[in-house]
């Protein structure tokens, strides 16, 4: 019997129990759907990278001898050491794009993954090509391609197509913002087909840690043993793929945590009103099923078991949808970035965990709506509930209060009356507004991110990367025909009391090619002595102007110590910079390892010290490529805060409107027309949302700065919102509201005044 009564009711109350069902459905869709997309990106990049054996430390160096490698395989916690050498070579052909070439020992470490061909055999004589740049440029299994690195040409056929751990993202360095399949590539070649007598310096240590060994150990053992013998020493947080996938996961991982918590709230608070109105409105009900002998355990369940039901419902549905719907159009995106031999969806116990969360918001708030009402005796419970004893407030007493119209005094008692229906409304509103916000407003922080770096800070039209063996006359050519100023770029180890990070420093002479700015975005210049810190590196340091800290090239025994003489705010690059007469008085003459050009730069390519050039237009054009995932990411939240919107408003005007229909057919009977009390509603509409949206307003400012906080430790994104943005989601979110409002007002014309004027008696 209780199961039908609760399926009438469902009936009866249809609306509110779909608009519940719907939160309930999309809080877990978002979730599932994100999370069954980062953790299938997290499952294959860990089953690519256990498969080929990929490195916890690579050490780069000049010359890392057999010594080395037993040195290295005597520390303890390291499983297997190799060594290889990287060159980079032209490919003679079309435009002579960049290949990264690596020359193999052995196939222990860090393997190749076949894509077409035979599989990589040190012993075979021939080339494994990047699968990526292959497809590019046209090339297949058995043809043979010709490069030249160091003076010197060679021609190999390719044997095999292959993908690789290493280069999972695949860009040249850092200045690369996206990878480029046209411009740059990699390839495989093994050491024994190659003459015995050409000197190959080793140029790289690959070291692959034990499970149980200790990273921080094993670094720090590295570091002391091989002083002075390497440059640079790069981790899984510091080697550019690695730490680019994992930024991307962490970055959707955080997004799809944070925005299934407002769907969760509301479907709690609308499940908590929706249920106050009902067990209210079956007290004699209530008190029937108490007399006939039920108890009251059993009674709390069986409207506790509408929230259950409901929730479970949409939760299950959600589960179902999410990870079909939502992964393959955010992996349509990611493929462009990021190369993983598979690419799917992975459903996990959190998921499903969510579910029960869903589940226990929607029943929770069943049980406190109706705990109330159960407290009574049965003779108590069969009589209708007695009015709260009206009074005037002091606001009712004040000289202002008389001094108001019927519409305000009537919603202002009627908002002060139904406290948590209005509370409510406010809370949907508010929701709503802040999704939408945040939404609108990482488009606003990424989409100004282009304009700030390409034209507000670099001047410049081509970037001239130099050869680090470059001359001095080489150098000196180049500026007679182009110009521009010369910048030297490296990377670098930073601390301050314990505190250590990577970041880079830029030594720059005088020219306008690179402008900065001040931490409110100010035209700045560069201090004549000590060093110019970012923003990011001197939080995360936890430095200010006046203070020093260390910093080293890596592989360096000596610290520098030097003082931040001043801030300046920079999306990418975190770390110092230095004027060219600071940086050359205080330690080293500046090697330049760039050339910044305005004007046409693009003839520079295949010129004696350079090693490619790029331009701004293919460097901007990366950075909204690298966007595009976390665009179409915030175009489905879009989506579900205007849903969330529009559904909250629905069944919150609907279970108002139920409630008040005796009030308004009272309003008819005292002559008032219909479009007055349409006027009414919707002033009341109107007020609540207006509240709602000045309260979703900062919630969503710092949703915004928390999802910017997500990001990598290398990007400077400060958040933003645009006037036009703010105006956008109010309008928007205001003509929701409106347009609700209109759809609901519109049964006023229907009440039947007799029967809502007896329903009471």
């Known amino acids: 019997m ?53 490195p916890d430390f690579w050490l780069l160096g000049r010359n890392f001898t057999e010594e080395d490698l037993e040195e290295a395989a005597q520390i303890s916690g390291v499983e297997a050491v190799s060594r290889r050498l990287i060159a980079d070579a032209v490919v003679q052909t079309g435009k002579k794009p960049a290949l990264r070439i690596h020359i193999i020992e052995d196939n222990e470490l860090s393997r190749p993954h076949l894509v077409e061909g035979e599989a990589f055999d040190p012993a075979r004589d021939g080339i494994w090509l990047d699968s990526y740049f292959a497809e590019a440029h046209d090339i297949r299994v058995g043809d043979t391609i010709r490069a030249e690195a160091g003076g010197m040409v060679f021609e190999k056929e390719v044997i095999g197509l292959i993908m690789h751990p290493e280069y999972v993202y695949c860009a040249r360095d850092e200045t690369q913002l996206f990878p480029q399949p046209e411009n740059f590539g ?27 060994a200790d990273a921080k150990v094993v670094q720090s053992e590295l570091e002391k043993r091989f002083k002075g013998k390497y440059s640079l020493l790069q981790t899984h947080e510091t080697h550019l793929s690695t730490s680019m996938i994992e930024m991307e996961i962490q ?25 106050v109105r009902m067990t209210g409105n079956q007290r004699i009900q209530i008190g029937t099923l108490k007399a006939m002998g039920y108890s009251r355990h059993k009674i709390l369940f069986h409207y506790i078991s509408y929230g259950i039901w409901i929730g479970l419902a949409g939760g299950l549905l959600g589960l179902a949808i999410g990870p079909l719907l939502v992964p393959p159009i955010l992996f349509e995106m990611q493929k462009t970035l990021y190369y993983l031999p598979d690419w799917y969806a992975v459903l996990t116990p959190e998921s499903c965990a969510v579910v ?45 209060w008389h001094k108001l119209g019927f519409s305000a005094q009537w919603n202002i008692r009627d908002i002060l009356r139904s406290k948590v229906r209005s509370a409510m409304a406010i809370a949907g509103v508010a929701g709503s507004m802040t999704l939408l916000l945040c939404a609108f407003g990482v488009l606003d922080t990424i989409g100004g991110l282009g304009d700030w770096m390409y034209r507000d800070l ?38 301050k009391d314990g505190r250590e990070e990577t970041g880079f420093l830029t030594v720059i002479e005088p020219g306008e090619q690179i402008r900065f700015q001040d931490p409110e975005r100010n ?7 000590g060093a110019a810190m970012t923003c990011k590196m001197a939080t995360l340091l936890g430095l200010e102007v006046g203070e020093t800290f260390e910093w080293r090239n890596p592989g360096d025994t000596q610290w520098h110590i030097t003082r931040v003489e001043a801030l300046y705010r920079s999306p990418t690059g975190q770390g110092i910079t230095m004027s060219e007469r600071a940086y050359e008085a205080a330690y080293d003459t500046m090697v330049p390892t760039a050339l910044l050009v305005a004007g046409n730069g693009s003839d520079a390519v295949g010129l004696p010290g350079v090693k490619d050039v790029k331009s701004k237009d293919e460097m901007r054009a990366g950075l909204e490529k690298m966007l595009e995932s976390m665009r179409t990411l915030v175009g489905i939240l879009i989506l579900a805060a205007v849903v969330l919107g529009a559904v909250v408003l629905y069944n919150l005007g609907s279970m108002s409107f139920a409630e008040r229909v005796r009030e308004l057919a009272t309003l008819k009977v005292l002559g008032f027309f219909p479009g007055q009390i349409r006027g009414l509603l919707n002033k009341q509409n109107l007020l609540l949302t207006i509240v709602g949206i000045i309260i979703g307003m900062p919630c969503g400012y ?60």
Request: positive net charge; proline residues 5%.
């Open 186 to 212: 990699f390839a495989f070649v093994p050491r024994k087909v190659l003459p015995e007598i050409l000197p190959l310096p080793y140029n790289q240590l690959m070291i692959r840690l034990e499970d149980s």
């Open 523 to 529: 035209p700045m210049t560069l201090p004549d002595s």
């Open 356 to 400: 029960i969360i869903a589940v226990l918001c929607c029943g929770a708030s069943s049980y406190f709506a109706c705990r109330r009402e159960l407290k009574d005796v049965p003779a108590a419970c069969m009589r209708p509930k007695p009015p709260r004893a009206g009074r005037h407030t002091r606001w009712e007493k004040s000289a202002l």
């Open 251 to 275: 970055q959707n991982k955080a997004i799809g945590n944070v925005f299934p918590v407002v769907f969760f709230l509301i479907a709690a608070l609308a499940m908590l009103t929706t249920m």
């Open 702 to 761: 710092a949703l915004i700065a928390y999802m910017v906080s997500t990001l990598s430790e290398a990007i400077d994104m400060p958040a933003r919102v645009s006037p036009a943005t703010l105006v956008l989601c109010i309008i928007g979110t205001l003509a929701t509201s409106l347009a609700v409002g209109l759809l609901l007002s519109r049964k006023v014309g229907t009440i039947d005044m007799v029967s809502s004027l007896k329903a009471v008696e």
């Open 2 to 54: 209780l199961l039908k009564k609760m399926f009438r009711d469902m009936r009866q109350n249809l609306s509110q129990f779909i608009a519940i069902f719907l939160m309930s459905m999309l809080g877990v869709t978002v979730f599932a759907g994100i999370n069954a997309e980062w953790q299938g990106m997290k499952h294959e990049r860990d089953r690519f990278y256990e498969e080929s054996r990929l």
């Open 458 to 495: 670099h001047a410049y039209d081509y970037r001239i990367n130099l050869k680090e063996e470059i001359h001095q006359e080489e150098i000196d050519a180049l500026k007679q025909k182009y110009g521009g100023q010369l910048i030297q770029e490296l990377a670098i180890e930073l601390r």
